[in-house]
């Protein structure tokens, strides 16, 4: 049987949605092929979406057109701004998600959309044509044929899960693996590594006293995470928090012998952010209390979820250190923690568009590339899916660079350092923070998203009023005073907000105005970091002329000899665009980097 599109996208999760949506949106016949529909855009771990960085990419996936936002305003049952009383260029929202209606309307969407198929099957192999991606080939021996194919497999290739010394093979816990691709990725070049990552116990409700525990509240007026969402109006439940406590770590420590990442069964690396709660007693032995978050999974679901006691220790041991914890002496486990390890592809290997160096019209996207988390994956899948169209359409891909977007930090970082753990991206990792904020990730990509056809034009019209009025109200600041200052100075001074000025008596005008709530927070945020923003703005020229210092992609590095043996091996490993992008390959010094520069003016000038 042979089944013919344009684009194959291989896998149903978080990467998978967002690259099949963006295609299917931008004109191409899209077949997505996972092993199991039912199963898409599940949430594994935790039942949220957002938090701090991983916010700023769900904002940037919106603002580009993706789903991601829309379907957590459409699920989510608890919002919280997180770092409120921080600046505002570590804000981040996050919500809770009813798990399964987030999974269902996912789905629904992938369903409703034009040029978009959905089909079951595990992919088992590439079928290529030289040097270029010809279709894939599935474990029921159908052969689907496109001229670009992006491997979204998450957890599933070589997946081993593992609970005490119980080890199968699995991509999730009860779900099947894909065992063959891993082989056909290896043929064609690739190199492959092995990460590992883990989740906690989910308790049963019913079970659990939560008078008895601290409740967690969202916020009173949720803030929506897309742009097009008007108010959020799922009914909104809380959270709460318990601890652990030296009865819990003392059991822990007793059978860390018995945990298979500390037996040697695991051999993968796990996330170091994300630690399992034997890695945390072991690492912080001298702290006697981890706070553990009961989430709810969903509005009509008896499973709970408990935030920060990811293990993989056997069943019985779980039972004893969960029922250590206040609050869950009695509870009930439903289903238990464990660590999964699966393959992934060291992610040098793929061009700042997602393209595999190896093979023409091959992409990776989401966690097959060393990333870890739903928001990592979606950011890298909107991605790959418009570059596969614009490859298709005989276009320039579209690289979005550190100074535009956390996408821009989270694959140049990938493609240039690479990762030898599960990476996850924290606001600490972008140099431009300030500028790159959620609250204005509109104003920064959506322009692209519109010329994608991604985002609607009355979506885009409704921006341009915004800009418009933003421009008009900081004019009007600036020119016109109050008792002799200007009202954007008055602005700037740290105790006043923007609802004050509404309040001094003769600004009729601002009252008149009517500002929507966006515009006087973009105007408030403008002046009263006008000094930082301007400087960073600086900075950004300054990288913007490294980045545009080109490096030809067929420039031999051993033809440098001025160059140390590490540096030609990185550089040619790596292949960066540009000198801004060599001088971040770690262990590229900045002698390595004026060598190249007098390297390739001296080539300019001599032609
Ligand atoms: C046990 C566990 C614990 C986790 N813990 C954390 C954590 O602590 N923190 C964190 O941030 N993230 C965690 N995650 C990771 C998070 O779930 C992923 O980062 C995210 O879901 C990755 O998205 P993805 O789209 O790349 O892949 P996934 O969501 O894994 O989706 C992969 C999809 O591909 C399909 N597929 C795979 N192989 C094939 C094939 N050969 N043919 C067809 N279809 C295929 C699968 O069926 C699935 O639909 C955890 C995941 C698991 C499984």
Partial sequence: MVNDCDIIVVGGGHAGCEAALAAARMGIHTVLITIDPDTIAQMPCNPAIGGLAKGQLVREIDALGGEMAKVIDATGIQF??????????????????????????????LEAQENLTICQDTVDSLLTRGSKIAGVVGGSGAEYRADAVIITTGTFLKGLVHIGDSMEPGGRAGESSAENLSDSLRAIGLQLGRLKTGTPPRLDRKTIPFEELTPQYGDKTPQPFSFSTAEITQPQIPCHITFTNPGTHRIIRDNLNRSPLYTGQIKGTGPRYCPSIEDKISRFADKDAHQIFIEPEGIDSDEVYCNGISTSLPPSVQEEFVHSIRGLERARIVRHGYAVEYDFVPPTQVKADLETKAMEGLFLAGQINGTSGYEEAAAQGIMAGINAALKLQGKPPFILDRSEAYIGVLIDDLVT??????????????????????????????????????????QWQALEEKESLINQTRAYLRENLYRGESLEKILRKTETHFDHLTELGSQHKLQAMRLPQDVREQVEIEVKYEGYIQRQLAQVERFKKMETLNIPSWLDYGKIPELANEARQKLSCVRPASLGQASRISGISPADVSILLVYLRGKAHRG
């Fill in 80 to 109: 919280r701004m997180l770092n409120t009383s921080k600046g505002p260029a570590v804000r981040s929202p996050r919500a809770q998600a009813d798990k399964h209606l987030y999974k269902k309307e996912m789905r629904r969407r």
């Fill in 417 to 458: 350092k690479g990762t030898l753990e599960p990476y996850r991206m924290f606001t600490s990792r972008a140099e431009y923070r300030l500028i790159l904020r959620q609250d204005n990730a509109d104003r920064r990509l959506m322009r692209y998203g519109h010329q994608f056809g991604l985002i609607s034009d009355p």
